[in-house]
């Protein structure tokens, strides 16, 4: 599975190296829509990770984390509908909460871990977010916490043995974060 970002879809290649698009309509200003894998609209999707059948996007221009499963896409978490003047991009925002009300600014990629609970890079705040598995979402590094590492530009995401490795692309570091001990 690719996240098309330029294209606003998500493409899949099968085991005969064929390309299809798997989810989203080609656009070239993206949108947004849940709903059929068909019907649905991106706007610069980024982050993909496939876990029991499921694939999670982090829809980067929409400030959402999103999921298709079963042939639909639905928000996981991330609201908004303001965009900013002369862009099709939804204006971010950081709010902790409920996944009905948390806001993002630009999540560029996920992890999840053998719980479900989702990681976020949400690199407009400086942040690490979590989405746990009772529908909350907060911050366990970064922009709100009094952390001794400094997070300023977290993008990849990797989780292995509880631990979170992020790299950090303006400090060119990779910050490792005990995911148990982060709550």
Do not use: H, W
């Amino acid at each position: 599975y690719i996240a098309d970002t330029g294209n606003n879809v998500i493409r899949k290649i099968d085991r005969n190296d064929n390309v299809t698009t798997y989810a989203g309509v080609v656009s070239n200003e993206g949108g947004y829509k849940d709903g059929n894998a068909r019907e649905a609209m991106f706007n610069r999707p980024m982050g993909l990770v496939l876990k029991g059948g499921v694939l999670y996007v982090a829809d980067c221009g929409n400030q959402r984390i999103r999921k298709i499963e079963n042939g639909k896409v639905s928000t996981i978490a991330g609201v908004g509908d303001e965009k900013y003047d002369d862009s099709n991009e939804i204006i971010g925002d950081y709010i902790d909460g409920t996944t009905e009300n948390a806001r993002f600014n630009f999540p560029q990629n996920i992890a999840i871990d053998e719980e479900g609970n989702i990681y976020v890079a949400d690199t407009g705040n400086s942040a690490i977010r979590k989405i746990d598995k009772d529908g909350n979402v907060y911050t366990i590094a970064g922009l709100s916490k009094n952390d001794e590492v400094e997070i300023v530009s977290p993008v990849g995401l990797m989780i292995d043995e509880n631990k979170l490795y992020v790299t950090d692309t303006v400090k060119n570091n990779i910050i490792v974060i005990d995911i148990e001990e982060a709550k």
